[in-house]
T-cell receptor, first 114, second 113 residues
Framework: DSGVTQTPKHLITATGQRVTLRCSPR?????VYWYQQSLDQGLQFLIQ???????AKGNILERFSAQQFPDLHSELNLSSLELGDSALYFC?????????????FGNGTRLTVT | EDQVTQSPEALRLQEGESSSLNCSYT??????LFWYRQDPGKGPEFLFT???AGEEKEKERLKATLTKKESFLHITAPKPEDSATYLC??????????????FGTGTRLTIIP
C-alpha cells in the first residue's frame, strides 16, 4: 500500500459530461502529481501541485483542470468529455522539497467515456 | 525534451531463466533514474532510485544498474510472481521543486512456470 488514496476506482460517463477525480496524498507529502495512462501512450504527466500551488504543467488539455486544497488533497476536473479521454488517471505524491524523492502512486481511477 | 526508451516491449521467460531489461534515456542532467513495477489495474510501485553512473541497487531477485546513457534491470532466477510491467523514469533538474518523472512505455515481463 503506497498510502496514496484515489476515488472513485471506476467511473463510467457519457461524452460531454464533467467528472471530478479525487486524491489524498501520503501523510507528510506536499506534492501531488496527476498522470494519465492510456494503452497506446504510457504514463503521461498532466500537472503538479506543491503545497497548494501549481508547479508544473505537462500535456494537460484546456478542458482539464486541477487544484490542491489546504488539507493537501487534490482534485482533477475533466469536462466536455470525449471518447479519447477514456484512460487510467493516476495520482502520485512526494515529499516535494526539491530533493531526489520518488513518486508514490495510488491505484488510479479508470474512466470510461461512452 | 527528456526521452526514455525501454526494450524489449515484452519478454517471456521460463521460471529460473535470468535476463535483463533495458532503459535508454536522454535528459539534460540526470537527477535520478527510477524503476517501478506495475501490476495490471494497479498503480506503479516504486522499486529503485539510481543517481549516478556506476551505481547499483538490489532487491530480492532484481538488480538495477546505471550508466551515463542507460540503465539495466537484471532479474535473476525469476518466479511467476515477478510477472509485471517494469517502468523506467527519469527526473531532470529544476529550480522550482518540480520533480515530475518522464516515463518510458515499459517492458511487459511474463514468467512461465
Amino acid at each position: 500500500d503506497s498510502g496514496v488514496t484515489q476515488t472513485p476506482k471506476h467511473l463510467i460517463t457519457a461524452t460531454g459530461q464533467r467528472v471530478t477525480l479525487r486524491c489524498s496524498p501520503r501523510s507528510g507529502d506536499l506534492s501531488v502529481y496527476w498522470y494519465q495512462q492510456s494503452l497506446d501512450q504510457g504514463l503521461q504527466f498532466l500537472i503538479q501541485y506543491y503545497n497548494g500551488e501549481e508547479r508544473a504543467k505537462g500535456n494537460i488539455l484546456e478542458r482539464f483542470s486541477a487544484q490542491q486544497f489546504p488539507d493537501l488533497h487534490s482534485e482533477l476536473n475533466l469536462s466536455s468529455l470525449e471518447l479519447g479521454d477514456s484512460a487510467l488517471y493516476f495520482c502520485a505524491s512526494s515529499v516535494g522539497q526539491g530533493g531526489y524523492s520518488p513518486l508514490h502512486f495510488g491505484n488510479g481511477t479508470r474512466l470510461t467515456v461512452t | 525534451e527528456d526521452q526514455v526508451t525501454q526494450s524489449p516491449e515484452a519478454l517471456r521467460l521460463q521460471e529460473g531463466e535470468s535476463s535483463s531489461l533495458n532503459c535508454s534515456y536522454t535528459v539534460s542532467g540526470l537527477r535520478g533514474l527510477f524503476w517501478y513495477r506495475q501490476d495490471p489495474g494497479k498503480g506503479p510501485e516504486f522499486l529503485f532510485t539510481l543517481y549516478s553512473a556506476g551505481e547499483e541497487k538490489e532487491k530480492e531477485r532484481l538488480k538495477a544498474t546505471l550508466t551515463k546513457k542507460e540503465s539495466f534491470l537484471h532479474i535473476t532466477a525469476p518466479k511467476p510472481e515477478d510477472s509485471a510491467t517494469y517502468l523506467c523514469a527519469v527526473q531532470a533538474p529544476s529550480n522550482f521543486g518540480n520533480e515530475k518523472l518522464t516515463f518510458g512505455t515499459g517492458t511487459r515481463l511474463t514468467i512461465i512456470p
